[in-house]
């Protein structure tokens, strides 16, 4: 332990010092400012000649090896080769029976997983509503026990009977929510749990008869798999559908059914007690009253205890169904984003210059299948720009572009961009340069072209 100790501490006092020298050796905000390097892409220096000259390729101005970032079968071409698609046009798509399925499964359990929220939520009003009817309770027979004990006074004889009129109130409110256990179901419950079964129903049918036909057909097994796994989900629903209805029909169970009743005699009962203690009151203090009245505060305390760890347990239950709900909501994205990417979007406008599938193939993840490019605007990209060159040049120097497609004409331009990162070129340190073209609207020009490229040096 004290090696351990004696370590620490040396760290420590490492850490420290390694910080100080640290601070010590930054510079300041303001030299840092004043030392501040230009961008090397604005300078040049004359090296002695007007005219600098490259080779190069002619490119768009914007382009894009679009890929999957899953693996699948194309089931659809939506934007075939020379397509004009704008930014999120759907380009391909892969094949996502399993990934609609998985999304169906998560969205019905999210369904059920905020039906369980809304249960505990409920489950959490009523036992906070427990908790102050038995805060009232108490009250009310400290109230009755401080009666009991002194003489009876105009005041005490009002709050005693307004103790039988407030177990009265309750007697009604619990007869109430029995009256609501036992109606059942109301007709536009019913109507609407008819219609969910009928739905389900209309799903089914579809998928059942192209089961039975492919059976009949004998179409290959994965077919008849894939199909069978879609009616198992549709009967699934429709069972649940079914089983919804039987539940509203069966209406209040037995346990609940008892529940509202017991609720009605024990509202009851506080209203008889509470009768009895005004008679008791009136009649003037007597030790059985006492004996009385401190047993309803006894049970009163206990009722409350009780009530408090009711709602101990429903605020708990609020809390996993809340978790629960949040799982669900996770994979329901996670799914939906999963079928997302079953489709290839373009991610600008742009023209599908080359498409590297076909129907019915399968594609890699990762393995560029379409090329999209923006052909509005030419650029010109160098191949053999020397170090001993790239000096002498800086964005926004004029240039003069000839195409070996078009030697008879020379293209305006101007430098846009200059590598900082050399290429190596058959032994050649070179630097790619990119060169805007202009007026080129007229011209059959084609990605790749050759290009030379004269840049003046005499800015």
């Not at 679009?66 to 759907?90: K, R």
């Not at 709900?325 to 939906?336: G, I, S």
């Amino acid at each position: 332990m004290k090696r351990f100790i004696i370590a620490l501490v040396i760290i420590g006092v490492a850490a420290v010092g390694g910080y100080f020298i640290y601070q010590q050796m930054q510079p300041t905000v303001a030299e840092a400012e004043a030392t501040a390097v230009p961008d090397v892409n604005t300078l040049a220096i004359s090296t002695g000649v007007s005219e600098v000259s490259a080779e190069g390729q002619l490119v768009p101005a914007r382009y894009a090896f679009l890929s999957f970032p899953t693996t699948g079968e194309v089931v659809e071409i939506l934007a075939p080769e020379d397509s004009l698609v704008q930014p999120g046009d759907p380009i391909l798509r892969l094949d996502s029976a399993d990934q609609e399925i998985a999304l169906q499964q998560v969205q019905a359990a999210l369904a059920q997983a905020q039906a369980g929220l809304d249960a505990a939520q409920a489950g959490k009003q009523a036992a906070e509503a427990g908790v102050a009817a038995a805060n009232v309770n108490i009250r009310a027979a400290e109230a009755a026990l401080a009666l009991a004990q002194a003489p009876p006074t105009a005041a005490q004889i009002a709050v005693s009977e307004a103790a039988v009129a407030l177990a009265q109130a309750q007697i009604s409110a619990a007869a109430g929510s029995q009256a609501l256990a036992l109606e059942g179901p109301s007709a536009g419950e019913r109507l609407l749990a008819e219609a969910q079964i009928l739905a389900a129903q209309a799903a089914q049918k579809p998928v059942q008869d192209a089961l039975g036909a492919a059976t009949r057909f004998e179409a290959p097994q994965d077919t008849i798999n894939d199909i069978s796994t879609q009616y198992n989900a549709a009967a699934n629903n429709l069972a649940a559908a079914e089983a919804a209805l039987a539940e509203l029909d069966a209406g209040a169970t037995a346990a609940e059914r008892a529940a509202v009743a017991n609720a009605v005699s024990a509202a009851q009962a506080q209203r008889d007690a509470a009768q009895a203690q005004l008679a008791l009151l009136l009649a003037g203090a007597r030790p059985e009253q006492i004996a009385i009245a401190e047993t309803a505060v006894t049970r009163a305390t206990a009722a409350k205890t009780e009530a408090d760890i009711g709602l101990q347990q429903a605020e708990t239950a609020v809390t996993q169904a809340q978790a629960a709900v949040m799982q669900a909501e996770t994979l329901v994205a996670a799914a939906q984003e999963a079928l997302a990417q079953r489709t290839l979007t373009a991610p600008f406008a742009g023209t599908v210059a080359r498409l590297d599938a076909e129907l019915g193939e399968v594609v890699s993840a990762g393995a560029p299948v379409v090329t999209l490019a923006d052909f509005s605007q030419w650029l010109v990209e160098t191949t053999d720009l020397t170090e001993l060159d790239v000096v002498a040049i800086a964005n926004g120097f004029d240039t003069a572009v000839r195409l070996d497609a078009l030697p008879d004409i020379s293209l305006p331009g101007i430098v846009n961009d200059i590598a900082r990162v050399a290429d190596l070129a058959q032994g050649d340190v070179t630097y790619r340069v990119q060169i805007a073209l202009d007026g080129t609207e007229d011209l059959p020009l084609r990605w790749g072209m050759t290009a030379f490229v004269d840049i003046e040096t005499t800015e």
